[in-house]
């Protein structure tokens, strides 16, 4: 019986480590969008209102395994798409061109471009921060091949999330430790980051996205983090403090007070600051929606101003973007594949538009989103999606994560047979 | 039949515990997810709990003294029950990860304070994985000594990620403690006070020395 559950449930841990939620990332002033689902990335070019062919003459050509972190850079000049194949990438925006592609010794677990766009950051899975130049890199330059250099290290923890500070000089590392780390981003970054300016502690549990407020009282920003927890902090990244703690999923009723509410069911998957109106937007694992919090940067504190959820879709977003050039929210959901059901990798696209303090949220349907169906059809694969792969999805994303980023706990009763392959327990003859 | 003596974990003569029943691996898996109490941040770790008589009650978290030394691998504790005596005005702590060693340290502690009234009461252990946790329990420059008594070589490349000190673990290291350098006698117990330095000079062997002093980087910008 034992052996039974033991062997069905290293069965479903085996499925699940392929499972990589879908990513999207919007173009600082909306030009493009993209769209990361497994091994395969599209990108929609919003101007030219069509899907952006992507050429990749640099090294081995496109990911072959899971994208797990895509980014744009704050001046909208560089991409970035890392993942489980040990492989990040850095486009051009302009002509879609790969124009380096770095190897790393470990999967990819979180991308940052530097504020200048002069360096690119990654984790790996092993805590690792490392740093690539690629300064000078633009338009048709190829860079070739990079090595990157280590940077700074969290001890054996996977770090989900990577940030630089608005004003550029902090990088920020959150892991699974519950630990955030703020270390000042040097002038010679090939040279290390060895100075810590201070430690953000106070999650319980993993962190897994991070941003920052921009408000003008405050230049360096103001740090935002959602964790496994079921919290959002915020922080003062320069000394470490706490500012404030919002509830989210209790403050959203996600928590209700049955005994078979799972411990790890209500983990905050990502978090998306909006430039204007200081609102910052909210996805939690199992919320079919978004939770908007109000955050008054005088007070330093955050509150819960809206909950606003999908009608007529069971959408439980795994990433978020914005675009504050047109104030829409870009939120995406689905999963790479999923072995047990045989669907194909799953995408399905929304936008919220009017995210503003005084207005009311609109969920924008399909055809009034920018791009339309063609948008659909090029990100999400096809126009329209199944509706019931969208549960298996969520949950297969939930458990994945748990998998990840939740340390595990071994039974008691059957740990002296899991010591019988010590040398010190092997029976002398 | 002849009667059988209780086992005592605790000698009856000197009042210490006995090695012999807080045997342990040398080594602990320091890369393995850690099930042990951690303190979500410094503010939050109990003094009370460990310094009871320096602070009775755990509200009195006045913030005026502080932990300034630790002793990070303490193994037996031998050199922090020299250094208790030595600088009684310090608060100080041992970290180790394996859990009957601490017990071992904090049932000595315990004798030592009854047996002594008034000393030892500023040493105490803690059971953590250093290598991950120290920003849990130490503020930025918060410490003023630290100790390292010895760092496993682990000569193998695949081994190298578990030294306790690497160039990151360095940054973390720089980071809890405070930059300043005085005469010290503590110098002369590092070779003599702890089990390892003791079982060295019981086989003959010989003793090597390194301390660092913590700098300020001339290119930082604040």
Known sequence: MEEAEAEAEVESNRDNVEVAPALIAVHPEQISVAVAVGPDLRVFDLLAGSAASLVDECGAPFHKDPI?????GSRGKLFVSAGDDKTVKIWSTESWRCVCTVSSEKRVSAVAISEDGCHVCFADKFGVVWVVDVAGSHGHVTLGDRKPTPLLSHYCSIIPSLEFSPDGRFIL????????????????PLNGAHEIQSFCLGHTEFVSCLA???????????????????????????????????????KAGLLESNGEAEEHGHAVTDLCTTISGLLIAVAIQSLQGIVLLSCDVSAQTLSVSKVVSIAGEAFVPTCLGFSPAEGKLWMVTGVSSLPACNYPPLARVRVISAIDAEQEPVVLGDD?????????????GSASVDESAFLAAAEAVKTAMRNLLIKKQYPADNRESRKKTRNDRKLKM | MPETEVKATISKSTGLPR?????????????????????????????????????????????????????????????????????????????????????YVKERILSLRVANPGQYQNVSVVRTNSMKYIPNYFEKAQ??????????????????????????????????????????????LLSSATEEGQKVARNGGQTFQAVFRRIVPSDQTS
């Open chain 1, 68 to 72: 797990r972190a895509i980014r744009f």
């Open chain 1, 173 to 188: 590392s959150a892991d699974r430790d519950s630990k955030i780390r703020v270390t000042n981003f040097p002038k010679k």
């Open chain 1, 212 to 250: 920052f407020v921009h408000a003008r009282e405050c230049p360096q920003g103001l740090l935002v983090s959602g964790s496994g927890d079921s919290t959002v902090r915020l922080w003062d990244i320069s000394s470490g403090a706490l500012l404030d703690t919002c509830e989210v999923a209790a």
């Open chain 1, 368 to 380: 009034e989103i920018p791009g339309g169906e063609k948008l659909l059809e090029t990100l999400q």
């Open chain 2, 19 to 103: 090695k012999r029943f807080y045997r342990a691996r040398a080594h602990s898996n320091p890369l393995s997810d850690s099930h042990f109490p951690v303190p979500i941040s410094p503010s939050q770790f109990d003094y009370s709990l460990h310094y009871p008589q320096i602070f009775p009650s755990s509200d009195q978290a006045d913030g005026s003294r502080k932990i300034q030394f630790a002793d990070i691998g303490c193994g037996f504790g031998g050199l922090l029950i020299s250094l208790s005596t030595l600088f009684p005005e310090t608060l100080m702590i041992g970290m180790e990860l394996r859990d009957k060693v601490t017990e």
């Open chain 2, 143 to 188: 410490l003023t000594k630290m100790f390292f008594l010895f760092p496993d070589p682990h000569f193998k490349e695949k081994n190298h990620r578990r030294r306790v000190i690497s160039p990151f673990l360095l940054d973390e290291y720089a980071y809890v403690l405070k930059a300043e350098l005085e005469a010290d006698p503590v110098v002369k």
